[in-house]
């Protein structure tokens, strides 16, 4: 079972950068696909992007594409989810989220494990 934890979220001006960190452990990270998913208030958690276990190949969410890039560095145990030009409306909690399947997922049932969020504010 693989133990996950967000760092890196905090307060960013609109059009600046944030950089997110996942620390894997308890498993290979090699074995697993990772995804990023945030809850806005009052909204329900949705899908930002997602990385491959080999290739790797990456999808985003119509609504980051171009701005965040997702990584792995399966010899550090980290997944990075870089968000560039904030807007308010990325505000939410960040969370990270693991799966051994191959194939990505955008509903949130797919992924068994889950970090405990990090929060993103970027104030209007």
């Known amino acids: 079972q693989v133990h996950l934890v967000e760092s890196g979220g905090g307060l960013a001006q609109a059009g600046g950068s944030l950089s997110l960190s996942c620390s894997a452990s308890?498993?290979?990270?090699?074995?697993?696909?990772f995804a990023w998913f945030r809850q806005a208030p009052g909204k329900e958690r949705e899908f930002v992007a997602a990385?491959?276990?080999?290739?790797?190949?990456?999808a985003y969410a119509d609504s980051v594409k171009g701005r965040f890039t997702i990584s792995r560095d399966d010899a550090r145990n980290t997944v990075y989810l870089e968000m560039k030009s904030l807007k308010p409306e990325d505000t939410a909690v960040y969370y990270c989220?693991?799966?051994?399947?191959?194939?990505?997922?955008?509903?949130?049932?797919?992924?068994?494990?889950w970090g405990q969020g990090t929060q993103v504010t970027v104030p209007s």
């Open positions: 989220a693991a799966t051994s399947a191959a194939y990505y997922f955008t509903k949130e049932g797919q992924y068994p494990y």
């Open positions: 308890g498993g290979t990270l090699s074995s697993y696909l």
């Open positions: 990385i491959t276990r080999s290739g790797p190949r990456s």
